[in-house]
């Protein structure tokens, strides 16, 4: 067993790093008022292939493993944890569903505009009433002819106003329950597809979320993803990766939080001595310090099994449920270490305290992470 970082790995990490700080930090505050994704990143993202970090190199990707990919998340969540859940979004939900279950010809046609970053692609499961009940959707698609048509609204939908193309899971027979759903792809742009309100969010504000709604809207029958029928199935496998993603976000997120706050605790100076020597103060930077390390070893393990093959469902969620609640943690003890200045935007402190609760929501809430495990360990 050898739990270190390969030389590349090492490169990767220290090459994303210097990125996100070049690239990223310096927008930080006005990308999260300004309340959207910026599209001008996009480019620079894929220069360094973080829109195809998974995907084949004869669609244009990276080909990097889910550690690999783990790092690259991790990185960006540690300096904006917004723009890492659209890197998510796009590479773990819409292109890795399409490279998993497309068929040749969707994969030549979709991946590589999305690996060259010309596009964003969205992700469409959650409805307004089918959130942790997936499977209780209401979109229906019916076939006509040579055609499939999509009807209904999705909901929460990361780049629904500004994606290029996007995964629609729908119902295509009724009768069959959770088997009688199918996926397809959608360009952004066909008849009878349009965007909804744009979510005004608590955190991660500069990756966009909205509504996206279906009205008669017409696909050629080349664009189911997958068998018809196998597109819940196949989502559970989608979400199996995207969790990994998550808890990946979730240990950079904690990481940032964690290093702001140990950096002020080193500079402010209370009683006249640096708060970083009150016992209090140390032993919530030693707790946040082993937390992040717990965590980081079970989202790799789980990483390092989905790159062998292996089916990760419950290693994923145990990695998803322990880095989401660390990542809380680690963000409300930053605020705390910060005083009354972890409650003001001069500190990344109250960002981070914003943004890390998304994290034991999207892709399965903490609820829903221990309903999976349990189900996993009780074998039902
Ligand atoms: C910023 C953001 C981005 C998102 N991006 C996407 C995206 O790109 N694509 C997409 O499809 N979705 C996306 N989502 C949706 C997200 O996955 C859902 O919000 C999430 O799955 C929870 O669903 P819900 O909001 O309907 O909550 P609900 O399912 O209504 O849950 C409400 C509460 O009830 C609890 N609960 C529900 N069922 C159970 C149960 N059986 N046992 C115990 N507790 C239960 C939940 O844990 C939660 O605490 C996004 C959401 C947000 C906020």
């Known amino acids: 067993m050898d739990f270190r970082l390969s030389d590349e790995q090492i490169l990767l990490r220290q090459t994303v790093r210097e990125f996100a700080e070049a690239e990223i930090r310096p927008h930080v505050m006005a990308w999260d008022e300004a309340q959207q994704f910026p599209m001008d990143l996009l480019p620079k993202l894929a220069e360094l292939?973080?829109?195809?970090?998974?995907?084949?190199?004869?669609?244009?990707?990276?080909?990097?493993?889910?550690?690999?990919?783990?790092?690259?998340?991790?990185?960006i969540a540690r300096v904006c944890p917004a723009i890492a859940l659209s890197v998510a979004a796009h590479n773990g939900l819409c292109s890795a569903h399409i490279a998993r279950f497309g068929n040749d010809e969707q994969k030549k046609k979709y991946l590589p505009r999305l690996v060259r970053g010309e596009v964003l692609g969205a992700w469409g499961l959650t409805e307004a009433g089918a959130g942790s009940d997936a499977a209780g959707m209401r979109t229906v698609a019916t076939r006509q002819g040579a055609c499939w048509v999509l009807n209904g609204a999705k909901t929460f939908i990361t780049h629904g106003r500004i994606g290029g193309i996007m995964v629609v899971i729908a119902i295509t027979d009724r009768t069959k329950g959770h088997r009688g759903i199918s996926a397809f792809v959608v360009e952004h742009g066909t008849a009878g597809m349009s965007a909804g309100k744009k979510e005004n969010k608590l955190g991660m504000r500069a990756s966009d979320t909205s509504e996206v709604i279906f009205q008669n809207c017409r696909i050629p029958a080349d664009q189911l993803l997958g068998d018809e029928g196998q597109g819940f199935i196949n989502t559970l496998q989608v979400l199996d990766g995207g969790r990994i993603g998550i808890a990946a976000l979730s240990v950079g997120l904690a990481q940032g939080a964690y290093e702001a706050a140990r950096n002020y605790a080193r500079e402010r100076r209370q009683f006249g001595q640096p708060i970083a020597e009150f016992q209090a103060i140390q032993w919530k930077l030693a707790d946040n310090a082993t937390r992040i390390e717990a965590a980081r070893l079970l989202t790799y393990r789980a990483a390092y099994l989905r790159d062998q093959g292996a089916r990760t469902t419950r290693e994923s969620s145990m990695a998803k449920l322990f880095a989401s609640e660390a990542a809380v943690a680690a963000a409300d003890d930053c605020v705390q270490i910060h005083g009354g200045y972890g409650f003001v935007k001069d500190y990344p402190a109250e960002k981070y305290f914003r943004d890390v609760k998304l994290l034991t929501i999207g892709e399965g809430t903490s609820e829903i992470q221990r309903l999976v495990i349990a189900r996993q360990i009780l074998n039902q």
């Open 49 to 75: 292939g973080l829109t195809g970090v998974q995907f084949p190199e004869e669609y244009g990707g990276a080909g990097m493993s889910t550690v690999d990919y783990c790092i690259c998340i991790e990185e």
